[in-house]
């Protein structure tokens, strides 16, 4: 009954989806006030209807009902709450549910704060949202359905494949998909702008927090994502280039570069039409991610082509919406007015850099995800495309811009004084210098790049710490003065700054981590002791332990420095007994310094086991510094300006003033 | 057999392929001779594992990655150079073995898309300059509206 109910939910909620994509769209063009207020309550009904799906579906997970096919498919009795919550999306048709009521939530949130929205964008924007989750709404009923009933319903599910039965993984997807869809907002109101052939700087401004808030969730979810493949893979490593990270990556690069475009836009007025098909392109990545990783073409073209039914729809839906909207583009731009002037040289020109060079980033790792297969499929020929080319391809993009990242909060908009901006800069650069000086010093092993790439990443927190002393006057005002400043500084300044530095962090952790990581394969038996990066480890055997639902051999390491015991090591290999395969669980301890990561292997033939053990050195600041990067996104989010929203000014027409200079 | 695989791609394949833990570079494999070691291991990390999903020999528990791994230490004991090495396994397997593809006809587009798209922007943005600027020192006369507009805002002013 409750399976069935969820499935009714999700066809109704499909039902309303197409109200609420329809009469707002004929109220806005008719100006007919009544048409266009459905959208709200529409928008507010289909979350409650989907959420009413997502519900009954988790119901059914929690409650172990087998007679539900998804539920015997990717749960068990045995499992732990937590994963019996987290299998809900641990699989296709949960995480496509999952995604929709994410956009539910999203246009909701618009319908209910935002009253002080013009009420043609409101509708124009609800419909378009409305459009998107009749599509998936669609796709999930027709082909993707989660509430299929079994008869008779089997003794016990299949379980959950034990990689996914982890902390950080249960909650990876709600960040990721979070992501992905809060792109979708930056994406209808820009739709609705084309749609409106107007626009103005309270769209930018409206348009910020949203793609601010996708943009942090994305970070943070990839960051799980990342931090979960180090611990859990076995060996360390933090990213892979693989087709399925690319995916989440490259609607990041295309997000932050949208993030910072709709700053010029907002401030000044400048780059709408880039700014608009930005919100496009970002939002299409985000749907071929949803494609690339739904539709089974990773795995192989050969997949694709045997059960195409559910790939073939993701593509149709990619194709209406991209295609459609870039055709309206086309269309529609032009009617845009431009904004304000600006010499290359200014805040804006920096921030105009910061596009190039991003855009370029997704487009570079664009080409290298989509190549192999689009080759595949044309020739018949096969290629890899690994970590060796997007290492080589992606890295000389990034390291211009990240020298430039300090510069453009210090440059004035309009026209900018670089060598003034420069002068300003000095401090953080001789810091650089000098770490990256010392590093060259002391260092005995290692690519004499690592050194350089340590400089880069203190030039970016010194970079991000001097603009915040230069707009509290630290050094000019008196002391009382700085204060004052520095409590009434707006907290976006904050945030930039906090993202900036959050930025640099990553830099050096990735950095130090790859050039000075030890390793050690050994062959070890009870009583043998390795060292590695000044710790003794002492191996004291191997012991069979009973978890939840999987047997596991622990592996004992005492771990000492100079004499002293530091701590005790337990890494392990799980044997999952419903689901009949196994994880390795690294024994991790985590210091400032790095961590010390011990894997268990297979026992050898002579009684001795495999064993791994690695230092990483400073690897935390990787996720530290994605963490600062979210925190520095909230600390702007909180910004007063943007909780308060749009002000009136977005009722009267957008002035059509051409060049103010 | 053990996938190195990104989150998201097992839930793709979840199902499909049972992720079993081994281990990549085994204690036997490892070459006395640290040098050539790290030689190995410098030529395994741009070999793919061909069985597996974009993973690369030196990360890969597959048997098959083993055989490649100790045929990449054996040519290197015989004496081969790195370029050897490398001709020999993509003659043996193709250039799917390979995780950066040489710079050929059929990569063509691959390697010169970055490049041909940085360019393209860049003269883009210096177009949009020049325009913008031009647009200034002359702007376009008024439209009929716009000047009925003016004529009332004078008039009221």
Redesign the interface.
């Known amino acids: 009954m409750i399976a069935e109910t969820g499935h009714y939910a999700l066809i109704l909620a499909l039902a309303v989806a197409i109200v609420q994509m329809v009469l707002p769209l004929i109220g806005a063009r008719i100006r007919d006030q009544q048409l266009m207020a459905v959208a709200g309550p529409a928008a507010q009904l289909q979350f409650v209807l989907v959420a009413i799906a997502f519900v009954a579906l988790m119901t059914a997970y929690v409650t172990s009902d087998f007679s539900v096919e998804n539920v015997w498919?990717?749960s068990a009795v045995a499992k732990p709450l937590l994963y019996k919550i987290s299998g809900v999306w641990?699989?296709?048709e949960g995480?496509m549910v999952l995604w929709v009521l994410i956009l539910a939530l999203f246009g909701a949130a618009v319908a209910t704060f935002g009253a002080n929205l013009p009420h043609q964008l409101k509708a124009n924007v609800l419909a378009v949202q409305g459009s998107i989750a009749a599509a998936f709404l669609l796709f999930i009923v027709t082909t993707s359905n989660p509430f299929i009933r079994l008869d008779p319903a089997p003794f016990d599910g299949q379980g959950l494949?034990?990689?996914?039965q982890d902390p950080a993984?249960a909650f990876?997807?709600p960040f990721?998909y979070t992501g992905y869809v809060g792109f979708s907002m930056a994406f209808s109101f820009a739709i609705a702008a084309l749609i409106d052939g107007r626009i103005d700087a309270a769209w930018a401004r409206w348009v910020r927090p949203w793609t601010l808030a996708a943009w942090m969730c994305l970070t943070l979810g990839i960051a799980m994502?990342s931090w979960?493949?180090y611990y859990e893979?076995?060996?360390g490593?933090f990213w892979?280039?693989?087709?399925?990270?690319n995916?989440?990556f490259m609607p990041w690069l295309a997000g932050t570069a949208l993030l910072h475009s709709a700053v010029v836009m907002e401030k000044r007025d400048a780059l709408k039409v880039w700014t608009i098909l930005l919100a496009i392109i970002t939002f299409s990545l985000s749907l071929m991610g949803t494609f690339l990783?739904?539709s089974?073409v990773?795995?192989s073209v050969h997949a694709f082509a045997i059960d195409p039914a559910r790939g073939i729809f993701i593509l149709a839906i990619m194709g209406v919406f991209i295609g459609g909207a870039l055709a309206l583009f086309a269309w529609r731009a032009p009617l845009l007015a431009?904004g304000g002037?600006f010499a290359?040289i200014s805040r804006e020109g920096s921030l105009?850099l910061n596009n190039?060079l991003l855009?370029?980033a997704w487009?570079?790792v664009f080409?290298?995800t989509l190549?192999p297969l689009a080759?595949e499929a044309l020739?018949g020929?096969?290629?890899?495309?690994?970590?060796?080319?997007f290492n080589?391809?992606f890295a000389p993009?990034i390291l211009p811009l990240l020298i430039a990242v300090p510069f453009g909060p210090l440059l004035a908009w309009k026209r900018g004084d670089l060598l003034a901006a420069a002068q300003r800069l000095t401090a953080a650069a001789c810091l650089a210098l000098a770490v990256l000086v010392l590093v060259l010093a002391f260092r005995q092993r290692g690519p004499w790049l690592a050194p350089l790439g340590i400089g880069l990443g203190v030039w970016l927190i010194a970079g991000a710490a001097t603009e915040l002393v230069y707009r509290v006057k630290l050094f000019e005002a008196s002391r009382s003065e700085a204060w004052r400043r520095l409590r009434n500084l707006p907290r976006s300044a904050y945030g930039t700054a906090l993202a900036h530095a959050g930025l640099g962090i990553v830099v050096i952790g990735i950095v130090v981590t790859t050039a000075w990581r030890s390793e050690a394969?050994?062959?070890m038996k009870p009583g043998d002791t390795a060292q590695i990066a000044g710790y003794t480890l002492a191996f004291k055997g191997v012991v069979p332990r009973q978890g939840p639902n999987y047997r596991e051999r622990v592996a004992l390491f005492e771990v000492t420095r100079n004499g002293e015991k530091v701590t005790e090591l337990t890494p392990s290999?799980r044997e999952y007994t419903v689901?009949?395969?196994?994880?390795?669980e690294a024994g991790i301890h985590p210091s400032w310094r790095g961590d010390l990561y011990a894997?268990l292997?297979?026992q050898?033939k002579d009684g001795?086991y495999?064993?791994?053990l690695y230092f990483n050195p400073l690897v935390r600041l990787i996720w530290l510094g994605a963490l600062t990067m979210f925190i520095g996104g909230a600390v702007s989010l909180s910004d007063r300006r943007l909780r308060i929203g749009a002000p009136r000014r977005a009722q009267t027409k957008a002035a059509t003033v051409?060049?103010a200079? | 057999m053990r996938f190195r695989r990104s989150p998201l791609v097992l839930f793709l394949a979840m199902g499909l392929l049972a992720a079993l833990p081994a281990h990549a570079v085994e204690p036997d494999e490892v070459l006395q001779d640290p040098a050539l070691e790290a030689r190995a291991r410098e030529i395994s990390e741009g070999l793919r594992c061909l069985v597996c999903q974009n993973q690369s020999i030196d990360d890969s528990g597959a048997p098959l990655a083993k055989d490649l791994r100790l045929l990449v230490r054996e040519r290197l004991k015989a004496g081969d150079s790195n370029q050897q090495i490398v001709d020999f396994i993509v003659a043996r397997y193709g250039e799917f073995v390979l995780l950066k593809p040489r710079f050929e006809t059929l990569t063509l587009v691959l390697w010169l898309a970055t490049p041909a798209v940085f360019l393209a922007a860049i003269l883009i943005i210096a177009l949009a300059f020049r325009r913008r600027r031009a647009e200034a020192q002359n702007p376009a006369p008024l439209s009929i509206a716009e000047k009925r507009r003016l004529k009332r805002l004078l008039g009221e002013g």
């Open positions: 498919r990717n641990g699989n296709h995480s494949n034990p990689v996914l993984l990876h997807p990721l994502g979960w493949a893979l076995g060996w490593g892979f280039w693989d087709p399925v990270e995916a989440s990783v739904r089974g990773l795995t431009q002037l290359p105009v190039l855009t370029t487009a570079a080409v290298g190549y080759l020739t020929d096969k290629i890899s495309v690994g970590p060796p080319f080589l391809t993009l394969i050994l062959a290999k689901e009949r395969s196994g994880t390795t894997v292997g297979d050898l001795a495999s064993i791994r051409p060049a200079e």
